[in-house]
């Protein structure tokens, strides 16, 4: 398959990709038209922060599966117009983590100690010791605004040298951040008592520009440490405090806009700390970023799920081998049901029973939902699966339970119209063996692949053979049968295989006769 890569990454990157047999094709020029016309073939798309990922690329690209950033940060990419589009997102939080974390303990150090303009006066001849008194860390108090991957191992970093840590974040328990050594408080609160703060925050709507002149000032005689996202800090405010002594200093790794104009602000304070964008700029988080970012896209391209994806579910590694065989079941239940319900969808239910109840299932319930909706003719995979059930109005719910009456774990799937419903049961046989177990209630253990035909009729002699006459006068062979009744002389409900497309005209006469109460013509695509 045909990887683009449009921003200059590690070549132990593209070396994962190339031994994956995949083709990789390196445009760091593209853009415009060229960016659209190289992608319109891709089935894959790594950026960095230079290429901008918008809905009207999206749209091109009609087999793309997977867009990778080999980084953090994700704005530059249009993450609900990938969603709408059945695109994953991935990015490589891990690759530099320690990378930017190291920058930011630099950046505090260079801010507190006025190294860099000393740096720059002795260079220029000047010995100007006495012109700057340092301020040193131990004792004083950090605040983190952003306790996530970065914001933790600067943390602990800082506390390691005596720092007292506070932090701002509104996902993280009071529980993680006391294990992390930090105490959690509100934004205001982190300002004003922080003596040093650092900002390790994703720019979003809710956080652009959130710390303005108002917030500056809570930091009175502070430091201000950003290696994290530009445009969440308003730069000019920040010039202006530092020019007139309401904080100490400030060190900027990152800007909303990139490259830094000449014309900043910024620019013109001697208590401001600049550097261009170098927080993942080290030789060994370069290499695992591209690495890890290369390796989610070979898994996404291969079918698998992706360990970093931001607009679908994902399944931990250990946890793949256990969970894989469910996800086919879900999927083939799902198009089951769906193919069986005649009426306008109203709700899925995936329940779980067993074992499988004590996985996350998220990706497995995504899947049932990408068979559900697959047989309406929608463009859908378990990426976009649960925005169409919202779009589009229909109830999803999941549940799970422990107990499982005669199967070691079991998922069904059950569709509804408000007035009708189906439910379908999948399991596996021997480990590795799919059936369809239940339909409706009714026990017929089918194996699910290729096309079926599922019939109720009334339980008397001779429906079978009339069922197996009309398929063989329309040239269709029946390859396996599997059959339920609720009750001798009640209703039956047959499954059979089935070597080829049922024509209408059979159905049509099954139906005709009294005795056949429904018939339903099923494909899963040769897929189990």
């Given at each position: 398959?045909?990887?683009?890569?449009?921003d200059p990454i590690a070549d132990a990157g593209l070396d994962v990709l190339r031994e994956a047999g995949h083709e990789v094709e390196t445009n760091y020029e593209a853009e415009g038209d060229a960016l659209l016309e190289a992608i319109a073939d891709a089935n894959a798309l790594i950026v960095r922060s230079g290429t901008d990922v918008t809905r009207e690329v999206l749209e091109a690209a009609d087999d793309l599966v997977i867009v990778g950033r080999a980084g953090i940060g994700v704005?530059?990419?249009?993450?609900?117009?990938?969603?709408?589009?059945?695109?994953?997102?991935?990015?490589?939080?891990?690759?530099?983590?320690?990378?930017?974390?190291?920058?930011?303990?630099?950046?505090?150090?260079?801010?507190?100690?006025?190294?860099?303009?000393?740096?720059?006066?002795?260079?220029?001849?000047?010995?100007?010791?006495?012109?700057?008194?340092?301020?040193?860390?131990?004792?004083?108090?950090?605040?983190?605004?952003?306790?996530?991957?970065?914001?933790?191992?600067?943390?602990?970093?800082?506390?390691?040298?005596?720092?007292?840590?506070?932090?701002?974040?509104?996902?993280?328990?009071?529980?993680?951040?006391?294990?992390?050594?930090?105490?959690?408080?509100?934004?205001?609160?982190?300002?004003?008592?922080?003596?040093?703060?650092?900002?390790?925050?994703?720019?979003?709507?809710?956080?652009?520009?959130?710390?303005?002149?108002?917030?500056?000032?809570?930091?009175?005689?502070?430091?201000?440490?950003?290696?994290?996202?530009?445009?969440?800090?308003?730069?000019?405010?920040?010039?202006?405090?530092?020019?007139?002594?309401?904080?100490?200093?400030?060190?900027?790794?990152?800007?909303?806009?990139?490259?830094?104009?000449?014309?900043?602000?910024?620019?013109?304070?001697?208590?401001?700390?600049?550097?261009?964008?170098?927080?993942?700029?080290?030789?060994?988080?370069?290499?695992?970023?591209?690495?890890?970012?290369?390796?989610?896209?070979?898994?996404?391209?291969?079918?698998?799920?992706?360990?970093?994806?931001?607009?679908?579910?994902?399944?931990?590694?250990?946890?793949?081998?256990?969970?894989?065989?469910?996800?086919?079941?879900?999927?083939?239940?799902?198009?089951?049901?769906?193919?069986?319900?005649?009426?306008?969808?109203?709700?899925?239910?995936?329940?779980?029973?067993?074992?499988?109840?004590?996985?996350?299932?998220?990706?497995?319930?995504?899947?049932?939902?990408?068979?559900?909706?697959?047989?309406?003719?929608?463009?859908?995979?378990?990426?976009?699966?649960?925005?169409?059930?919202?779009?589009?109005?229909?109830?999803?719910?999941?549940?799970?339970?422990?107990?499982?009456?005669?199967?070691?774990?079991?998922?069904?799937?059950?569709?509804?119209?408000?007035?009708?419903?189906?439910?379908?049961?999948?399991?596996?046989?021997?480990?590795?063996?799919?059936?369809?177990?239940?339909?409706?209630?009714?026990?017929?253990?089918?194996?699910?692949?290729?096309?079926?035909?599922?019939?109720?009729?009334?339980?008397?002699?001779?429906?079978?053979?009339?069922?197996?006459?009309?398929?063989?006068?329309?040239?269709?062979?029946?390859?396996?049968?599997?059959?339920?009744?609720?009750?001798?002389?009640?209703?039956?409900?047959?499954?059979?295989?089935?070597?080829?497309?049922?024509?209408?005209?059979?159905?049509?006469?099954?139906?005709?006769?009294?005795?056949?109460?429904?018939?339903?013509?099923?494909?899963?695509?040769?897929?189990?």
């Amino acid at each position: 398959m045909k990887v683009l890569v449009t921003d200059p990454i590690a070549d132990a990157g593209l070396d994962v990709l190339r031994e994956a047999g995949h083709e990789v094709e390196t445009n760091y020029e593209a853009e415009g038209d060229a960016l659209l016309e190289a992608i319109a073939d891709a089935n894959a798309l790594i950026v960095r922060s230079g290429t901008d990922v918008t809905r009207e690329v999206l749209e091109a690209a009609d087999d793309l599966v997977i867009v990778g950033r080999a980084g953090i940060g994700v704005d530059n990419i249009d993450l609900e117009a990938a969603t709408d589009e059945g695109v994953i997102v991935a990015n490589a939080p891990e690759g530099n983590v320690r990378a930017a974390a190291e920058h930011t303990v630099a950046m505090t150090f260079a801010a507190a100690r006025s190294v860099p303009q000393a740096h720059a006066r002795l260079k220029a001849g000047e010995w100007a010791k006495g012109d700057y008194l340092g301020t040193e860390l131990n004792g004083k108090t950090l605040g983190v605004v952003g306790l996530g991957r970065v914001g933790q191992e600067v943390a602990k970093k800082l506390d390691s040298l005596g720092m007292d840590v506070v932090a701002f974040d509104p996902y993280i328990s009071e529980e993680r951040a006391e294990r992390l050594g930090a105490e959690l408080v509100e934004l205001e609160e982190c300002l004003a008592r922080a003596d040093f703060l650092t900002i390790h925050t994703p720019l979003t709507p809710e956080t652009e520009g959130m710390i303005g002149a108002a917030e500056l000032a809570l930091l009175d005689g502070g430091y201000l440490v950003n290696v994290g996202r530009g445009g969440i800090v308003r730069e000019d405010a920040l010039a202006a405090t530092v020019d007139d002594g309401t904080l100490a200093g400030a060190a900027l790794d990152v800007f909303a806009e990139e490259p830094l104009s000449p014309e900043s602000p910024l620019l013109d304070v001697d208590g401001v700390v600049v550097t261009p964008h170098l927080g993942a700029s080290t030789e060994a988080a370069q290499e695992n970023v591209a690495t890890s970012t290369a390796e989610q896209v070979a898994a996404a391209l291969a079918g698998e799920p992706v360990a970093n994806a931001l607009n679908a579910p994902s399944i931990d590694e250990t946890a793949f081998p256990r969970l894989e065989p469910y996800v086919n079941i879900a999927e083939t239940a799902g198009k089951v049901a769906a193919q069986l319900l005649e009426g306008r969808m109203e709700s899925v239910e995936i329940s779980y029973e067993g074992e499988i109840a004590e996985e996350d299932v998220e990706f497995v319930t995504a899947s049932a939902l990408k068979g559900v909706f697959e047989p309406l003719e929608w463009q859908v995979n378990a990426v976009n699966a649960p925005q169409i059930a919202e779009d589009r109005g229909v109830d999803v719910t999941e549940s799970k339970s422990r107990q499982a009456e005669d199967f070691q774990s079991l998922v069904s799937v059950t569709v509804s119209d408000g007035a009708e419903e189906i439910s379908v049961d999948g399991t596996l046989f021997a480990g590795d063996d799919p059936r369809i177990v239940r339909i409706d209630g009714y026990r017929v253990d089918a194996i699910p692949h290729g096309k079926m035909v599922v019939t109720r009729n009334t339980d008397e002699p001779g429906v079978i053979g009339l069922i197996g006459t009309v398929m063989g006068a329309h040239g269709v062979n029946i390859a396996g049968m599997f059959n339920a009744r609720e009750a001798h002389g009640g209703e039956a409900l047959t499954v059979y295989n089935v070597d080829g497309e049922v024509p209408d005209a059979a159905r049509e006469e099954l139906e005709a006769d009294e005795r056949i109460i429904g018939v339903r013509y099923i494909t899963l695509n040769g897929q189990a």
